[in-house]
């Protein structure tokens, strides 16, 4: 592992001792720490904590009291490391304002192969759940991505990504940590505060997610130092993609994958088209449409078969010989009336109707059955009425959403993936203004 610069690995590990030395007496390395911060410096030190004698760390999809509880529901928790009061389980120790404490140069004691750190999924592929991680994975991964890309001490990582997705934890503290690359401290999520960020820190490299893409439409973006830009949490709009690169000069660099898998391929529409390009590392195969992959950066927890292959639960069609077209993942197909829907078809063809910004379709059961229909959230100039009859002219009688909400904006959570369950509730009872 590489190290930040004399000074500041020094207040690294001095900030990790002091973290290990407020914990519970007697806590050792199998213990479990609820890390519920967006700060960057704690998150790395915390890591460097872990793997010097310290606890396992759980990164939490979302801060917040329920999704707390749930993770100490599932395993129990020594303690919550946060930068600010939040509501925890009755018993377990809150730890804000940790000191520094003095520091020998640490000892590396955990086993590359040993989980170290637990991702808490929100339930995007399933129900919510602990996806383990061991330092070959994530530090392996990090290299990876250090030496396709470049990435070393010169370079300026500007993230709106915050730490507890896997994503931004990549790429804003691990990507540093082997490289000694260094981070701009602002997060920032408006498009005005993310150009100016770009233009005032000199950053080189952009981390974001499409949501934010989508809002950099808006703005100029000149005067900045870029020469790479990535995108993950979502899949990023073509239009969007190739206008960064027309305002820019640089293109996008996607990076497909997932909590449990680690990233598996990269894509640069503006260089390479819309094809996936798997990384050098990462094997696949598909087999009924359904892609599989054997990867150094797979979970622990997941399922391989006996020859280290697992299934991703995506839909897809090769490419020529090396690269794969995605068709959606396999849990979009739903049946209503008894006819095969595709999800991400209903949602192409609603983003293509003219006036339409953006949109998220769904499919929600009907009633306690087996049946469900076809839902969506649309950010339109159009009145439901017109866009109603809009759909009949271009989607079968089953795949046209039944449950049709106008909004503003589609509600995204921090790590900038939708918001299911605002979503949901949304298409369920409407805007708060809109409720009778």
């Known amino acids: 592992m590489f190290l930040p610069p004399e000074g500041e690995a020094g207040n690294l590990f001095a900030l990790a001792e002091g973290i290990k030395r407020s914990l519970?007496?007697?806590?050792?390395?199998?213990?479990?720490?609820?890390?519920?911060?967006?700060?960057?410096?704690?998150?790395?030190a915390a890591i460097v904590a872990s793997l010097t004698g310290g606890p396992r760390l759980v990164l939490p999809?979302?801060?917040?009291?329920?999704?707390?509880?749930?993770?100490?529901d599932c395993r129990p928790l020594?303690?919550?490391?946060?930068?600010?009061?939040?509501?925890?389980?009755?018993?377990?120790?809150?730890?804000?304002?940790?000191?520094?404490?003095?520091?020998?140069?640490?000892i590396l004691v955990r086993d590359a192969d040993d989980p170290f750190l637990h991702l808490f999924t929100?339930?995007?592929?399933?129900?919510?759940?602990?996806?383990?991680?061991?330092?070959?994975?994530?530090?392996?991964e990090a290299l990876y991505l250090a030496e396709q890309f470049g990435i070393e001490g010169t370079d300026r990582i500007l993230a709106t990504v915050p730490p507890v997705h896997i994503y931004g934890l990549l790429f804003s503290i691990l990507l540093p940590l082997v490289t000694g690359a260094r981070v701009v401290d602002a997060m920032p999520s408006f498009p005005g505060e993310i150009a100016g960020a770009l233009r005032e820190s000199g950053a080189t490299v952009l981390v974001s997610v499409p949501v934010h893409y989508r809002v950099l439409r808006t703005v100029p973006l000149g005067g900045h130092s870029l020469r790479c830009a990535f995108s993950s949490a979502g899949m990023l709009d073509a239009?969007?993609?190739?206008?960064?690169?027309?305002?820019t000069g640089v293109g996008i660099t996607e990076v497909y994958g997932s909590t449990e898998t680690g990233g598996i391929a990269l894509r640069n529409r503006s260089a390479d088209g819309p094809c996936w390009h798997a990384f050098g590392v990462v094997d696949w195969k598909i087999e009924g449409e359904l892609l599989h992959v054997r990867s150094p950066f797979l979970s622990p927890e997941m399922e391989q078969d006996a020859d280290g292959f697992v299934a991703t639960g995506d839909r897809v069609e090769a490419a020529g010989t090396s690269s794969f077209d995605l068709l959606g993942r396999m849990d979009g197909i739903v049946?209503?009336?008894?006819?095969?829907?595709?999800?991400?078809?209903?949602?192409?063809?609603?983003?293509?109707?003219?006036?339409?910004?953006?949109?998220?379709?769904?499919?929600?059961?009907?009633?306690?059955?087996?049946?469900?229909e076809v839902a969506a959230l649309v950010v339109t100039e159009h009145v439901d009425d017109a866009l109603k009859g809009a759909l009949e002219a271009i989607l079968e009688p089953p795949a046209r959403p039944r449950l049709l909400r106008t909004v503003r904006r589609i509600p995204v959570l921090a790590t900038g993936k939708p918001d299911r369950a605002r979503i949901e509730e949304i298409l369920r009872h409407g805007e708060p203004d809109d409720r009778p």
């Open 122 to 140: 929100g339930g995007s592929t399933g129900s919510p759940r602990l996806w383990s991680k061991t330092p070959a994975n994530l530090f392996g």
């Open 335 to 372: 049946k209503v009336g008894g006819k095969r829907v595709d999800l991400r078809e209903v949602l192409e063809k609603l983003k293509g109707l003219e006036g339409v910004s953006d949109a998220y379709v769904t499919a929600l059961p009907v009633g306690t059955g087996r049946q469900q």
């Open 61 to 72: 999809h979302a801060l917040s009291a329920a999704v707390i509880r749930e993770i100490h």
């Open 78 to 106: 020594l303690a919550v490391l946060a930068d600010e009061a939040l509501e925890i389980p009755p018993g377990v120790p809150l730890l804000r304002d940790v000191k520094e404490a003095p520091a020998e140069t640490p």
């Open 239 to 247: 239009s969007d993609s190739l206008q960064f690169h027309d305002e």
């Open 24 to 44: 519970p007496a007697g806590t050792g390395p199998g213990g479990v720490l609820c890390l519920a911060t967006g700060s960057r410096r704690l998150t790395a």
